[in-house]
């Protein structure tokens, strides 16, 4: 198996930011952006905090076609130009089909370039190969790839080859949790322990999600707790990156709220990952 995308970049530099086996960079926002005023008040937090990068849901797949299904394209114009005004240099967005990049191109062109987007494949798409030949194809935006929640990890890796392979080796793979038959008090198994091997077998930068492991089936609580645990299993595996959801009022949210972190605890899980990183 010819893994030589994979094995072929030492990272990648994008708007001005290093992604690579040694870095290290956290994506924080909403699962889905809702409202204009909760999309402002993340922004502003994460200013408020240092730091630069985000995580933001227009288009967002749902498992029920009648739940909230993302603002799409109508919210880009306005998102863009909020992450303009708070200086976040990069925005992760998930994209569920190939017209999706073309609606954000023509946004960020529409607003001035204000902020780069890492576009990200989502578990449910972690084989549509149509859709990653597509962000393969172009070279603007790096690709932020979810491991599949039902495929082998070989699976998934020679998935991201299939973006290598068409030209754009800008990748970051995401370890998102995986499906068992074992039953879980979880949505999902935490599969952290696979960080290191997928760095030994790639040159890719890895990502953990520690909130869509956890999910919705346990006291949101309990559920926020056991996220900062999976989030220190992660980092000490040697993580080069998180993307984790917040909210300012989880409850209201639209989408996996009992699994987002209260907005206004985001300088305690910075405080608690950056404590992590420096003690392991
Ligand atoms: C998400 O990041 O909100 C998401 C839908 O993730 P996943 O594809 O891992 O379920
Ligand atoms: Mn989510």
């Known amino acids: 198996i010819g893994r030589h995308?994979?094995?072929s970049d030492l990272g990648f530099e994008y708007k001005?930011?290093?992604f690579n086996q040694d870095s290290f960079h956290i994506f924080a926002g909403l699962c889905a952006v809702d409202t204009y005023e909760n999309a402002e008040k993340v922004?502003?937090?994460l200013k408020e905090n240092n730091v630069c990068c985000a995580r933001m849901g227009a288009y967002k797949p749902r498992t029920s076609p009648y739940d909230f299904q993302g603002h799409g394209k109508d919210c880009?114009?306005?998102l863009f130009d909020l992450a303009g005004k708070y200086g976040i240099k990069i925005?992760?967005?998930?994209?569920l089909s190939p017209h999706h990049i073309d609606e954000i191109?023509?946004?960020?062109?529409?607003?001035g370039n204000p902020c780069g987007i890492i576009l990200q494949i989502g578990t449910r798409n972690a084989q549509n190969f149509e859709l990653l030949k597509a962000v393969g194809k172009q070279k603007e935006f790096p690709i932020l790839y979810k491991r599949g929640y039902g495929l082998a990890l070989e699976e998934s890796l020679m998935a991201a080859e299939y973006i290598a392979s068409?030209?754009?080796?800008?990748?970051?793979?995401?370890?998102r949790g995986v499906r068992t038959h074992l039953g879980d008090p979880h949505r999902n198994l935490t599969d952290f322990a696979h960080v290191p091997v997928v760095k030994r077998l790639t040159r890719l930068p890895v990502c953990i999600d520690p909130s869509h492991p956890i999910g919705t089936r346990i006291k949101s609580s309990d559920g926020i707790r056991d996220i900062y645990h999976v989030t220190a299993q992660g980092v000490i595996a040697g993580a080069n990156a998180i993307l984790v959801e917040f909210h300012p009022e989880p409850d209201k949210a639209l989408c996996d709220g009992p699994q987002a972190i209260p907005l206004s605890e985001?300088?305690?899980?910075?405080?608690?990952?950056?404590?992590?990183?420096?003690?392991?």
């Open 5 to 7: 995308g994979l094995l």
């Open 16 to 18: 001005g930011i290093q």
């Open 43 to 45: 922004f502003k937090a």
């Open 76 to 78: 880009l114009p306005w």
């Open 91 to 95: 925005i992760v967005m998930e994209v």
């Open 105 to 111: 191109r023509e946004a960020l062109e529409l607003t």
């Open 166 to 175: 068409e030209g754009n080796t800008k990748i970051i793979f995401c370890l």
């Open 266 to 280: 985001l300088p305690i899980y910075l405080d608690y990952v950056y404590k992590v990183r420096e003690t392991y």
